[in-house]
């Protein structure tokens, strides 16, 4: 008899699992990409800091070469996961013995970065969202559900505006599910033309659109006044591209959102943009709007969230506080009362540099909040570099003599500009983790990156763009962006002082930073925290361990290829296990870790 703990905050696609396993021991399930309230925590003790270091391979599932950025689910002694060649598969969770494969040969290049599952009456289902298609697969035969939209998928660029066909959205991170509806965001352009970043629920039994919230809102709708006119039929981006968590009991879905097409030069978007760079929380049932919060007023960084918010619950003044978490590439940390949206710790408005390229009007503040700490730091100066020889010093110092800089300094237009942190943001891809003491622990990326803005090239007579129509949209700015550069010395030798990386916690009770250690990151995977205290994580190459106390590395497993990703943490028949996916060079599999018998 399944028996389902009350985690009672993602719902019954997401809750954690507890199963009597043929006498064995108990089994506990990871439900949703991300664990129990995207918070990566497992309520697990049996690996432990003292015998972590016994941790050897249980078994290995071989992939072809392909990249990957998916993290399995663990539901009823099987694991499901998505493959290097963008398919779906059902695995012995003891074992890795392939149970069967779903492959929907679906060309392209978007990433996948797991799944999500529904139980209908008892039947278990997998949503699986591969490029612009939806998909409900039967967990039993692992075929399409043939009552599901058209023959088990639905096309997320219809309902969206105007024709499908005009329209391009691709479904690369998983799926909330909430009660009977399928929640669905998805990665758009963010240069125009673009379609609008809507989030969507649609019926988990036909694939029928249930309801729509609009993130660049339709005349007579909040914040419209703070867009263009004609925005909602133009403008695009303002995208949930990270996914979504689900507060079941409250019935609330929580999204960040990304930028407003165009993200480096706004002159056609005039306004703060509200919901576009934004926390956002939404009536479940309804979509109705409940709250929101605009982290960064019309960007022009690209300052998007890379990860879904996370709900955990700190202690404050002596009482317990349900929050929701959220952070962005500017490396700010939000903490919000869920059910208000009110800020924990003071958010001030702050004035900043405008930008003087014509036609740009930026915000003449900022948010900042003024506690806990960035994870990374924003702002570089002469005293953050390379000081190893006085030669390198002086090669640096007259390099960053060169550049645009400051904290929210817009991009200048025909000079590079230093952007900290770097575009790939201070927290990484793969999110952060919460365990149940009011504490987050995140890989943060500890780097700037360098741009430029430059008169448009695309408008140029005779100009032919390289890039198929599809992917990435034509930018009809008078201005364009040079693209995601980093800063090298000519040299060689990189600009900065301290560590590229860190691995970071966060005292989310008080506000303070707990730990910070360096940290060799190259991966998109994120960490996964357990009930033992223990920290895992794929980065360098390696599977590693570390003591959530204090960050002390306490177990290392060199991985068959570069790219660790985020950790799924579960038991079967009473034995704990940890299991990931690496990629990247070298040879792809999925790998799971346990203590000898």
């Not at 497992?42 to 800091?49: E, F, G, S, V, W």
């Not at 240069?191 to 339709?218: C, E, M, Q, Y």
């Amino acid at each position: 008899m399944k028996l389902w703990l009350a985690a009672g905050l993602l719902g019954a696609a997401s809750l954690l699992g507890i199963a009597a396993a043929s006498g064995a021991g108990p089994d506990v399930d990871w439900h949703y990409n991300g664990g129990n309230n995207g918070d990566h925590y497992a309520p697990l003790t049996q690996i432990a800091p003292a015998n972590v270091a016994n941790l050897k391979e249980a078994w290995r599932y071989p992939m072809p070469a392909g990249g990957l950025q998916a993290q399995p689910l663990m539901i009823g002694r099987t694991l499901y996961v998505v493959t290097t060649q963008r398919a779906v598969a059902a695995l012995g969770a003891a074992t890795g013995q392939q149970k069967w494969i779903f492959d929907p040969k679906r060309p392209g290049l978007q990433p996948i970065r797991g799944l999500t599952s529904w139980s209908d009456s008892g039947k278990l289902r997998i949503v699986f969202g591969n490029q612009n298609f939806l998909y409900l697969i039967d967990a039993e035969p692992g075929q399409p559900v043939p009552g599901f939209g058209d023959n088990g998928r639905i096309d997320a660029r219809a309902d969206l505006r105007g024709p499908a066909e005009d329209n391009a959205i691709y479904l690369t991170s998983p799926i909330s599910v909430y009660k009977d509806l399928l929640i669905v965001n998805g990665r758009l352009a963010e240069n125009l033309p673009a379609s609008p970043g809507d989030v969507r629920a649609f019926d988990a039994h036909t694939g029928k659109l249930v309801w729509t919230f609009h993130t660049i809102p339709h005349a007579g709708e909040p914040g419209a006044e703070t867009w263009p006119a004609d925005a909602a039929a133009k403008q695009g981006g303002a995208n949930a591209w990270s996914g979504s968590s689900v507060d079941v009991a409250r019935g609330i879905v929580f999204v960040n959102t990304g930028s407003a097409a165009d993200d480096f030069y706004g002159g056609g978007r005039p306004g703060n943009n509200r919901f576009a760079n934004s926390t956002i929380a939404l009536d479940a049932n309804t979509g109705k709007r409940i709250w929101d919060f605009q982290q960064v007023h019309h960007d022009v960084w690209d300052s998007d969230s890379t990860s879904p918010p996370i709900l955990t619950q700190i202690t404050r003044n002596g009482r317990k506080q349900d929050v929701t978490v959220a952070t962005n590439k500017q490396s700010f940390i939000y903490v919000f009362d869920r059910a208000t949206g009110a800020p924990v710790y003071p958010i001030v408005e702050k004035p900043f540099p405008k930008s003087d390229v014509p036609g740009e009007v930026t915000s003449p503040t900022q948010p900042v909040p003024t506690l806990p700490a960035p994870l990374s730091r924003r702002v570089i100066t002469v005293n953050d570099l390379n000081n190893t020889t006085p030669e390198i010093n002086a090669e640096a110092r007259a390099a960053f003599a060169q550049l645009c800089v400051g904290e929210f300094q817009p991009i200048c237009l025909n000079q590079d500009t230093l952007v900290t942190p770097g575009f790939g943001g201070g927290n990484e891809w793969g999110g952060m983790a919460a365990d149940q003491n009011g504490t987050i622990y995140a890989a943060v990326s500890n780097t700037s990156s360098m741009t430029r803005l430059v008169p448009n090239p695309r408008l140029a007579p005779g100009y032919k763009d390289p890039f198929p129509a599809d992917q990435n949209g034509y930018p009809t700015t008078p201005y364009s962006f040079t693209g995601y550069g980093g800063w090298r010395l000519k040299s060689g030798a990189t600009p900065f002082n301290g560590s590229r990386a860190l691995l970071k916690a966060v005292d989310l009770n008080t506000g303070q930073d707990r730990w910070a250690i360096p940290f060799n990151l190259a991966s998109n995977g994120g960490p996964a925290v357990t009930e033992s205290g223990l920290l895992f994580i794929g980065a360098s190459g390696s599977l590693q361990a570390f003591d959530t106390k204090d960050g002390k590395l306490l177990f290392e497993s060199k991985l068959p290829a570069t790219a660790g990703l985020t950790p799924a943490v579960y038991m079967v028949d009473g034995k704990e296990y940890v299991a990931l996916a690496s990629a990247g060079r070298g040879a792809p599999a999925y790998i799971a870790y346990a203590l000898p018998n």
